[in-house]
């Protein structure tokens, strides 16, 4: 079965620097997501994406936060300055539709990311 | 405001015995429901959903969950158990008409002992 792929799979950082966590989606797939796990907590929606721009977004995402379609294969995140709050596990997400006939996710294997 | 709750961080059962994995949800609108599983290593994998319908739904591996909306709940549970089910199970509700978004619990741990 066809699989959501991320890069790197840790990825240790100093507060303040800028990281991207990669995530290769299945080809055919339309629709695109971030979701993150803090150690403990709920696993939490950050975005959507879809037809190259977000279609939605949580309080979390703000302007520290930026996601692209840079080359129609990969989907990527940013995060511009990195907090200690921002360590959690990342999971992109793909799925050949959206919106409400959104039925069924495929998530990748998750990018952990450790802010020091 | 959508939310859902998995009350047990962790089941215990024996291999053989029926398990029961709990979720109740919140959801102001039409609820979609689902259950995710996480292997080790792995991304979470979808299981099963509740769209409309049969409040019984099947899944993937033997698993079925029962939907019932006077008590707001949707649990997973399985006849027989599997050592091979051991993994974090994931409670997931989408509002229907107003988001693409899913709203996840925290996740239970499943244990199957042999």
């Known amino acids: 079965e066809p699989e959501v792929t991320q890069t790197p799979s840790h990825q240790v950082t100093q507060m303040g620097q800028e990281v991207i966590l990669r995530c290769v989606p299945i080809?055919?797939?339309?629709?695109f997501y971030w979701y993150r796990q803090i150690l403990g907590q709920k696993v939490e929606f950050l975005v959507s994406f879809y037809n190259n721009e977000i279609s939605e977004k949580s309080e979390i995402f703000d302007d520290q936060f930026s996601v692209e379609r840079p080359d129609g294969s990969n989907f990527t995140l940013k995060i511009r300055s990195t907090k200690l709050e921002d360590s959690a596990m990342y999971f992109c997400a793909s799925s050949p539709d959206g919106g409400t006939t959104n039925e069924k996710l495929f998530f990748g294997s998750g990018t952990q990311l450790s802010v020091l | 405001a959508q939310s859902v709750a998995q009350p047990e961080d962790q089941v215990n059962v024996a291999e053989g015995n029926p398990l029961t994995v709990k979720c109740t949800y919140s959801v102001s609108g039409n609820p979609y429901l689902f259950w995710y599983v996480q292997y080790p290593n792995r991304g979470l994998q979808f299981l099963l959903k509740?769209?409309?319908?049969?409040?019984l739904v099947k899944g993937s591996y033997g698993f079925e969950a029962e939907f019932n909306k006077s008590q707001t709940s949707f649990h997973l549970k399985k006849p027989s158990a599997l050592v091979s089910d051991s993994a974090l199970y994931f409670c997931?509700?989408?509002?229907?008409?107003?988001?693409?978004?899913?709203?996840f619990g925290t996740g239970t741990r499943l244990q199957v002992f042999p």
């Open positions: 509740y769209i409309t319908g049969d409040n």
């Open positions: 997931a509700v989408r509002d229907f008409y107003n988001t693409d978004k899913l709203i």
């Open positions: 080809s055919n797939h339309l629709y």
